[in-house]
């Protein structure tokens, strides 16, 4: 079966301080990969996605980036973390569209 | 493009009962549904999905959705809610990306 991890579940970091969050999925093979911040009360926003190793789709201009080194590895990135970065980031994947995305545990980043 | 409206960001309800949680969705296109649930602090779950065929559709822990396509609706049901329902609620559509609304906060009491 498959399974998704993200890592670290919480983050605490200071304005200015680099950022790096990593999610990886065990059990299948050419996955869509997506990255997600949810604020607080909020509903989700979607900021990156990747259909293959190297190919990244920015939904948001922001202050993140996004890499997938790996077929099955995606990282969250940020040089310099900004006060409203804080957030619950939540990595999915999928195969196709119409089977639904399925959600990591989720990291809890508090930018202080 | 897509959207969905959930039209109620919190719904209470005493264990038991049953709860209705509304979803409508705007499209030119046919699209997927899906309903998903987010427990504090955790990822969200995928709850139900309609892709095709039968209007109503079951899912897990006892939940089941209709489909509507005249009223472009996918309201979510459970006859008898429990404590451990509480939680948030997403509907979401997806053409070639997955739009989520802004979610229902359930809230079972005692």
């Known amino acids: 079966s498959q399974t998704i991890h993200q890592w670290p579940a919480t983050l605490v970091q200071p304005v200015g301080s680099p950022l790096s969050l990593e999610c990886t999925v065990e059990?299948?093979?050419?996955?869509?990969l997506y990255w997600y911040r949810q604020a607080a009360g909020r509903g989700l926003q979607l900021l990156f996605y990747?259909?293959?190793?190297?190919?990244i789709s920015s939904e948001v201009p922001q202050n993140l980036s996004a890499s997938r080194p790996q077929d099955r590895q995606f990282i969250l990135s940020s040089k310099k973390l900004l006060l409203s970065d804080s957030g619950f980031y939540l990595c999915a994947w999928s195969v196709m569209n119409a089977a639904g995305q399925y959600f990591g545990p989720g990291t809890r980043l508090t930018v202080t | 493009a897509q959207s969905v409206t959930q039209l109620d960001s919190q719904v209470p309800v005493f264990e038991e009962a049953p709860v209705e949680l509304r979803c409508n969705y705007s499209?030119?296109?046919?699209?997927?549904l899906f309903w998903y649930v987010q427990y504090p602090n955790q990822g969200l779950q995928l709850l139900l999905k309609?892709?095709?065929?039968?209007?109503l559709v079951k899912g897990i822990n006892g939940f089941e959705a209709e489909f509507n396509k005249s009223q472009t609706s996918f309201h979510l049901r459970k006859p008898s809610v429990h404590i451990s329902d509480t939680a948030e609620y997403f509907c979401?559509?997806?053409?070639?990306?997955?739009?989520f609304g802004t979610g229902t906060r359930l809230q079972v009491f005692p």
């Open positions: 499209s030119s296109v046919s699209v997927y």
């Open positions: 979401a559509v997806s053409v070639d990306k997955l739009i």
């Open positions: 309609y892709l095709s065929g039968s209007t």
């Open positions: 990747s259909v293959g190793i190297g190919q």
């Open positions: 059990g299948t093979s050419n996955p869509n």
